[in-house]
């Protein structure tokens, strides 16, 4: 999972674009999205087929271990070892762990339920962001945000499908990954501008390779080569993801490319159907329908604002 995890980014989150994009920019930005939206629901489909073959923990610690590994290289050629200091030492090591505390519950669901369903419930993230706002930021929402809301839950709803079916708990993993995602995201808005970005680039996984490195001890099981090749494919495919990103909000503002970011559902919903045989029952895609539409809503209310300020 990349700097934001690709999970439904909201407007601001990451540096934005300089101001004046050309379409060729802004065009590129949306391909770059869609790319990496894709290759994130790529490594999670890497990591549901993982955890069949070795513990939950050691699949999270390959992609946390390779990333970091390949992340230091990356900013020590460009960089020098700056990224090494950080201003606030305790906010990047909370939001290291907000981020692995979402990639484990997200990991462990997809144990249990559809790759679909899972990544559906986790970009709930935007509703639980916009809440967090109101409730710790206090700020003030319209009308319009709050029927977003409102029809986010709905949607949320028809995922887990209460009066439908029972709800397998592991759905409710993919729900608390999206408000541990959420905090994780907060933390990085507050970031933002005060401390330095490699120093931020750096800590979204080392904090958590450090610890995954303490706690993969116990339950290691000895891969066979073609296990150990995957668990390698899935942190460079993460890192992949991570700078295509990166490059995208480089390309154009994120306030224009974080719609295109559910790119991940879809590309997650054909990969759930066609490499796992997963149902995709009539609930589930209306309600990540919901889900999307109140996720757009959001972006373009807070888009509005924005330019109107």
Do not use: C
């Not at 907000?98 to 669901?109: E, F, P, R, V």
Request: aromatic letters at 8%.
């Amino acid at each position: 999972m990349g700097d934001a995890e690709g999970y439904g980014l909201p407007p601001g989150f990451e540096p934005a674009a300089p101001r004046m994009t050309s379409n060729q920019s802004l065009l590129a930005g949306i391909g770059l999205t869609v790319v990496a939206g894709a290759t994130f629901a790529g490594m999670d489909a890497l990591g549901k087929h993982l955890t069949t073959l070795v513990p939950v923990l050691q699949v999270i610690w390959g992609r946390y271990f390779v990333q970091t590994v390949l992340m230091t290289g990356y900013l020590a050629t460009t960089t020098g070892t700056g990224f090494l200091r950080t201003a606030h030492p305790v906010l990047q090591i909370l939001r290291g762990i907000m981020l692995l505390a979402s990639t484990g519950l997200m990991y462990t669901a997809l144990t249990h339920v559809p790759l679909a369903d899972a990544t559906a419930v986790l970009f709930f993230t935007p509703i639980v962001v916009t809440l967090l706002s109101v409730l710790v930021l206090r700020e003030t929402i319209g009308l319009h945000r709050i029927g977003a809301i409102v029809a986010g839950f709905a949607g949320m709803l028809l995922i887990l499908r209460p009066g439908f079916g029972a709800i397998h708990p592991a759905l409710g993993l993919a729900l608390a990954a999206s408000v541990t995602n959420a905090i994780y995201l907060m933390l990085t808005r507050h970031l933002a501008g005060r401390e330095d970005a490699a120093s931020t680039q750096f800590n979204t996984t080392a904090a958590g390779a450090l610890i995954l490195t303490l706690l993969v001890v116990p339950v290691w099981q000895t891969p066979a080569p073609s296990t150990l090749a995957l668990m390698l494919a899935i942190g460079v495919v993460g890192t992949i993801g991570h700078f295509t990103l990166v490059r995208a909000f480089a390309s154009a503002p994120a306030s224009l490319l974080s719609p295109f970011l559910y790119s991940q559902v879809l590309t997650a919903a054909v990969l759930s159907l066609a490499v796992f045989g997963d149902p995709l029952r009539g609930t589930t895609i209306l309600g990540t329908l919901v889900l999307v539409a109140s996720g757009v809503t959001i972006w373009w209310r807070e888009n509005r604002r924005r330019l109107a300020a």
